[in-house]
Nanobody, 120 residues
Framework: QVQLVESGGGLVQVGGSLRLSCAASGSIFSLPAMGWYRQSPGKQRELVATVTSGGRTNVADSVNGRFTISRDNAKSTVDLQMNSLKLDDTAVYYC??????????????WGQGTQVTVSS
């Protein structure tokens, strides 16, 4: 079993910054990819950014240039630095990880979600 623990959400004003962190633990052989998704009320969950173990990133157009994803492979953590926040960034942010288990199979895990609220 694998656990993803998120931290760093909260309330911030338009134009402000927040940093989200996620730590993976448990039965992990490797983490080929980690990332962040978000979901607003009435909307589908959408990709924010992902990063592979090799450092290749995929960032949504809506946040490109404002959000930066990074990871520490040694610590099994992934961070999301969010700058110049907009009202539309308000959502529950979920950490996501593709885990290669010690059994040789791949599994996808989700964190419990952390609320980010941007106010005017």
């Amino acid at each position: 079993q694998v656990q993803l623990v998120e931290s760093g959400g909260g309330l911030v004003q338009v134009g402000g910054s927040l940093r989200l962190s996620c730590a993976a633990s448990g039965s992990i052989f490797s983490l080929p990819a980690m990332g962040w998704y978000r979901q607003s009320p009435g909307k589908q969950r959408e990709l924010v950014a992902t990063v592979t173990s090799g450092g290749r990133t995929n960032v949504a157009d809506s946040v490109n240039g404002r959000f930066t994803i990074s990871r520490d492979n040694a610590k099994s953590t992934v961070d999301l630095q969010m700058n110049s926040l907009k009202l539309d960034d308000t959502a529950v942010y979920y950490c996501n990880a593709l885990v290669l288990g010690r059994d040789g199979y791949s599994y996808e895990y989700w964190g419990q979600g952390t609320q980010v609220t941007v106010s005017s």
